[in-house]
Every structure is written in structure tokens, then in C-alpha cells.
């Protein structure tokens, strides 16, 4: 048996005796969950079954089985916010008294559209309930305004569980990302597909005239954090103007960025920013923005007998509560203040990683964007998806994680990321950092 092998074992066997009534849960739940869980990728967390939780509160939970995690999951953004923020519960609280949803509006859509203007500059705004429909909703729309068919993605990207994104690169074709369960096409018929950072070949397939829109996160996050070349934004600005695509950018995970995500920070003008996740504390809540430009364009082109039939919007989209949770958790929890808080955290915990690397010897690397970090297990950071992708390991990422896991602390399932929320503290960095370097340590013997 390897030595890695043996690690998961003993941790495997500590995480079942130290979680009885997690695993007592998870086994009723065969009866009645899907595989024993809500959602089928639940199963991804290591240990062979998921901890169930009882209560958490700011940047740590308390499970079942009465033991306490720091969490630098957060809900893999969705509680970026720190869990249960006394400002969001306030509203929520406040909301539900008067109304949950109506199918009218509130007064605070307006409030968030105009915050939300102020963070990132495009000036319309709607609202839905997931990033992935957000995503959805700015694809139609650009289809209809542009009349063309296909759409433009990164190799490895991820935006939700949109069906045209789940495209990747293999010997310069465009198939069907792994494991994605039954496409209703092959996405080479909807998808053009190009490298991160490659200018050139985002040239080649926009010149063929038929993409709608380039989708694309600001930096790659959903397979390890992938910065943008120098340049590179501005040639993807002036590209997409040149062949008549619009530009839209998701900024659901790179919020991480500061207030207004990478497009702020970095100065972007896109045509549609879309963004979801952790906006409403939690509370499921997602918006999309048209830049001035196009919501001009857009103007007059919906009929308003088809406007509820239109594949744009869902019944349950900009309700009350919704609305009230994203007002109080853009103007109370994730402030200016809370991100320059949240950064230097994430700088500590970049430098505590790195320094348990290179005392092991072992040919990783870590990464950071804003008050997001994550390790990668190759010694060179990537330029593009299919070098982040080469550079995982799903046996290593199930050992680290459990490892972690078993004392104290969580991180995302699906790759070794961390974020910091604003209840964070440098005593929750100190722990991780503690516990990476014992791990890596008994890794390389």
C-alpha cells in the first residue's frame, strides 16, 4: 500500500469513529435521499459519508456529532457572507412578516439595482434566483439581440449548470465535458471553446461571425484559480467589439475581488455582469446587468404578450425576501470595510501554505484572488483550465481535505480552495495553516 493510501485509510477510520450520528443520518437517509443525500454531489465529501450540521454561525459550524469546524468552504461562496449575518436575518426576519413573494415589486429592487450600479457599473438590472439562471438568461437574451446561435466558453469553465457551458477542449475539438449527464446536444453545435489567455485562438473563433456572447469569469475559479495574462482583458474587449459579440462576465465566484469583483477592481466593461451565490447571505439570490448601451438596444424588442413565456425569468424571481436579504447583505455585511478585512486573511493563508510547501519539498503550488486561496498540486501556476485541471488530484485533494476534516477545519469538496468571510479571524488562518503543514509533513515522510 502507498504512502498515501495508508494516510486515508487511518484518517477514513478516524472520521467514522469521531462521527457516529453523522453516519447514523446518513445511512436512514438511503431510504429516502437519493444515494443518502439531498444532492447527488454531496457525496464528493470525503470520509464516505458528509457531516451533517447542526447550527453554524460566522465563519464556523457545529455538527451533529457535537464537534465545532472552522469553515473555509462557506458554502463554496453561497455563505462568503460568514453564516447567519445578524444584518440579512434582521431583514429576512422583517421581510417574511410582511410578504415572502408576490410576483410585484418591492422598493427594494430598486435599492440593490442601484448598489449593485455602483459596484459595477452596468446600469439595468433583473433578477433571478441562481447565478446558473442569471448565466441562462443573459444567453437568451443575447441570442435574441444578436440573432446568432452559438456562444463562446473557456476550456474548463464552469457557470453553473448551464447546458451550452459544459464544453471542453480535446485535440482542438469541442466535446462534452467529463461527467456531464445527458446533454441534450453536443455542445459543438452551440459552443465555441477556447484556451484562457490564448488571444490568438479567441481571434480565429470569433471571426466566424455566429457567437452571441462570450461567457466568461474574470479569472478561472472552479478548476484552481487561473489569473488573466497581462493584456489579456483588453484584447477580449476588443475582439468581442470587432466581430459585433457581446461580453458578458460572471462574477459569482471573483466577487472575491473587492465590492464590485474583478470588473471593478481591474476597470472591465462588459455588456452584462451577471453574479449570484453570496449576495443574499444566503438566501437563494442572483442578479444580471445590462450596460447602458444595451439595455438601450434591448429596448422594445420583447413583446409584452410573450414576456411571460419568453424563456427569461422564473415565477419565484426578484421575490420580497429575496430582494430584502440582498439590500441588507450588499449594504451591511459585505462592505468596502469587510473586504479589507477579508484580503490580508487571505494573504496570510496564502503565506502559511507556502511555507508548509517548501518546508516539505513538494512540488505545489498556492495561488490567491482577493480573499479566495487555493493549492494546486503541480510546482507552476496555470495559464489556462487544462493546465489547472492536470495539475489536480482527486486522491490527493480526498486526503488533504479529510485530513483537514478530521481536525477541525473545511474546506470546498471540490478542489482546495479557502475563502475568508468578514467573521474570519487570523486564529482560523493560524489552525489551517497548522494543520496543512502537519499533513503535507506526514506526506513526504
Not at 462534452?176 to 465555441?192: E, Q
Not at 482583458?233 to 457581446?246: P, V, Y
Not at 494543520?435 to 506526506?443: C, D, G, N, S
Amino acid at each position: 500500500m502507498s504512502r498515501l493510501a495508508e494516510l486515508q485509510a487511518r484518517e477514513e477510520v478516524l472520521f467514522a469513529e469521531t462521527h457516529p450520528r453523522s453516519r447514523e443520518l446518513f445511512e436512514r437517509g438511503r431510504a429516502s435521499l437519493f444515494e443518502g443525500v439531498p444532492m447527488h454531489w454531496m457525496r464528493k465529501w470525503p470520509g464516505g459519508f458528509p457531516v451533517y450540521v447542526a447550527e453554524a454561525k460566522g465563519a464556523r459550524f457545529v455538527g451533529v456529532d457535537g464537534l465545532e469546524y472552522v469553515d473555509f468552504c462557506l458554502g463554496d461562496t453561497g455563505a462568503m457572507t460568514g453564516h447567519a449575518p445578524e444584518p440579512t436575518l434582521r431583514a429576512v426576519r422583517e421581510q417574511a412578516a410582511r410578504g415572502i413573494t408576490l410576483m410585484l415589486p418591492s422598493e427594494d429592487a430598486l435599492r440593490v439595482a442601484e448598489e449593485l450600479t455602483r459596484r459595477f457599473g452596468v446600469s439595468s438590472w433583473q433578477f433571478a434566483l441562481t447565478a446558473t439562471d442569471a448565466n441562462r438568461f443573459s444567453i437568451r437574451l443575447a441570442r435574441h439581440l444578436t440573432g446568432r446561435p452559438r456562444i463562446l466558453v473557456f476550456d474548463w469553465c464552469y457557470h453553473g449548470t448551464v447546458d451550452e457551458t459544459f464544453a471542453v477542449l480535446e485535440d482542438g475539438a469541442v466535446r462534452a465535458r467529463s461527467g456531464n449527464l445527458g446533454p441534450p446536444v453536443d455542445p459543438a453545435v452551440t459552443t465555441r471553446v477556447v484556451d484562457w489567455n490564448d488571444v490568438d485562438a479567441l481571434e480565429r473563433e470569433l471571426a466566424h461571425g455566429d457567437v452571441a456572447v462570450v461567457l466568461t469569469e474574470p479569472a478561472l475559479t472552479n478548476v484552481g484559480i487561473v489569473h488573466p495574462e497581462p493584456g489579456f482583458h483588453d484584447a477580449l474587449r476588443r475582439l468581442t467589439r470587432r466581430h459585433g459579440t457581446l461580453l458578458a462576465i460572471d462574477e459569482t465566484h471573483t466577487i472575491c475581488c473587492g465590492p464590485g469583483g474583478f470588473t471593478a477592481a481591474e476597470g472591465l466593461e462588459p455588456d452584462l455582469v451577471t453574479i449570484g451565490k453570496p449576495i443574499g447571505g444566503g438566501i437563494p439570490a442572483a442578479a444580471y446587468g445590462f450596460s447602458e448601451e444595451l439595455a438601450a438596444r434591448l429596448a422594445g424588442t420583447i413583446e409584452l404578450e410573450d414576456v411571460d413565456v419568453g424563456g427569461v425569468g422564473g415565477t419565484l424571481a426578484a421575490n420580497a425576501l429575496s430582494l430584502a436579504a440582498m439590500r441588507a447583505t450588499l449594504t451591511e455585511v459585505l462592505t468596502d470595510d469587510a473586504f479589507a478585512r477579508m484580503i490580508p486573511l487571505a494573504e496570510r493563508w496564502t503565506a502559511g501554505v507556502a511555507a508548509g510547501i517548501e518546508e516539505a519539498g513538494l512540488p505545489w503550488h498556492v495561488t490567491r484572488l482577493g480573499c479566495r486561496a487555493e493549492y494546486l498540486f503541480g510546482p507552476d501556476r496555470p495559464q489556462n483550465g487544462a493546465e489547472a485541471h492536470a495539475a489536480g488530484n482527486f486522491e490527493l485533494e480526498r486526503y488533504m481535505h479529510l485530513h483537514a476534516l478530521n481536525r477541525g477545519v473545511l474546506l470546498t469538496p471540490f478542489h482546495s480552495m479557502a475563502l475568508m468571510s468578514p467573521a474570519t479571524s487570523e486564529a482560523d488562518v493560524d489552525l489551517h495553516t497548522e494543520v496543512f503543514r502537519e499533513a503535507v509533513l506526514e506526506l513526504a515522510g
